[in-house]
């Protein structure tokens, strides 16, 4: 009985280390930061971009150097991703944002400046949250911040 108890614990603990080998290895890999991506941050020249849709009347713009050509050159394509996800992306990493505008004292005040409105309930459109989702992407990797439990990848 001893011995059953022993191989089940020793097969566990060893399944476990294998899982969190292979898992460390591959985390690494997808959070390199290419060149080209190296290239958009360092980016000074201001890049204002406009997110809205024809649909709706809501509209975001994006104050950020480099965010344009990182979008265009990096950013997985338009229609990659469901509505349904980045709207669920989206609600998560709004409110960690929003938290964080609300605790200059914690959280660096010259990156999070303003409260961003998204309301679940309401239908933003596709452009408007595949934009919105890239953005909070772009600033997690450019800025070394987690908005989330999600790790951001390309």
Same mark, same amino acid.
């Given at each position: 009985?001893?011995?059953?108890?022993?191989? *089940?614990?020793?097969?566990?603990?060893?399944?476990?280390?294998? $899982?969190?080998?292979?898992?460390?290895?591959?985390?690494?890999?997808?959070? $390199?930061?290419?060149?080209?991506?190296?290239?958009?941050?360092?980016?000074?020249?201001?890049?204002?971009?406009?997110?809205?849709?024809?649909?709706?009347?809501?509209?975001? *713009?994006?104050?950020?150097?480099?965010?344009?050509?990182?979008?265009?050159?990096?950013?997985?394509?338009?229609?990659?991703?469901?509505? !349904?996800?980045?709207?669920?992306? !989206?609600?998560?990493?709004?409110?960690?944002?929003?938290?964080?505008?609300?605790?200059?004292?914690?959280? !660096?005040?010259?990156?999070?400046?303003?409260?961003?409105?998204?309301?679940?309930? *309401?239908?933003?459109?596709?452009?408007?949250?595949?934009?919105?989702? !890239?953005?909070? *992407?772009?600033?997690?990797?450019?800025?070394?911040?987690?908005?989330?439990?999600?790790?951001?990848?390309?």
């Amino acid at each position: 009985m001893k011995k059953k108890i022993f191989k *089940i614990i020793y097969g566990t603990i060893a399944a476990t280390f294998c $899982a969190l080998l292979f898992n460390c290895g591959t985390k690494s890999a997808s959070l $390199a930061i290419s060149e080209d991506e190296k290239n958009a941050f360092t980016q000074v020249e201001g890049d204002t971009i406009s997110i809205s849709s024809e649909e709706t009347e809501y509209e975001i *713009i994006i104050i950020e150097p480099g965010f344009n050509i990182w979008l265009a050159s990096i950013a997985k394509p338009e229609g990659y991703y469901s509505q !349904n996800f980045l709207e669920n992306r !989206n609600q998560i990493m709004v409110l960690e944002w929003n938290q964080r505008v609300l605790q200059p004292a914690r959280y !660096n005040p010259n990156l999070y400046e303003m409260q961003i409105d998204y309301f679940r309930q *309401i239908d933003y459109g596709y452009e408007v949250n595949y934009k919105l989702y !890239n953005y909070f *992407i772009y600033f997690q990797r450019k800025y070394n911040q987690r908005l989330g439990p999600f790790i951001p990848r390309i």
